[in-house]
């Protein structure tokens, strides 16, 4: 019996693909805006503590706490921009 002729066919080879580079938005300011808002709410409760509760606002009593836990707070909301 015969053999039958096979068809070759050429590989299938992509196209070159381009790279493209995604430029990320130069964010330096999260970093030490972060830090600074960590620093001020550590600072606003160590004051609140050292000054028997008078300082920074005498109104605010024991609120002050979670004035310094508010800027602890923001400073963990900030540091989700960071990239």
Same mark, same amino acid.
């Not at 299938?12 to 693909?17: C, G, L, Q, R, S």
């Not at 130069?26 to 709410?41: C, E, K, N, T, Y």
């Given at each position: ?5 096979? @068809?070759?066919?050429?590989?299938? #080879?992509? %196209? %070159?693909?381009?790279? #493209? #580079? ?5 964010? @330096?300011?999260?970093? %030490?805006?972060?830090?600074?808002? &960590? ?11 050292? #000054?028997?509760?008078? &300082? %920074?606002?005498?109104?605010?009593? /024991?609120? /002050?706490?979670?004035?310094? &836990? ?14």
């Amino acid at each position: 019996m015969p053999k039958s002729r096979i @068809r070759k066919k050429d590989d299938f #080879t992509p %196209p %070159p693909v381009k790279k #493209t #580079t995604i430029k990320l938005d130069s964010r @330096r300011w999260v970093a %030490p805006f972060m830090l600074a808002l &960590f620093a001020i709410g550590l600072l606003w409760i160590v004051v609140f503590y050292v #000054t028997d509760m008078r &300082f %920074p606002i005498e109104s605010l009593k /024991n609120w /002050n706490i979670v004035v310094g &836990f508010g800027f602890i707070a923001a400073g963990f909301g900030v540091s989700t921009q960071w990239k």
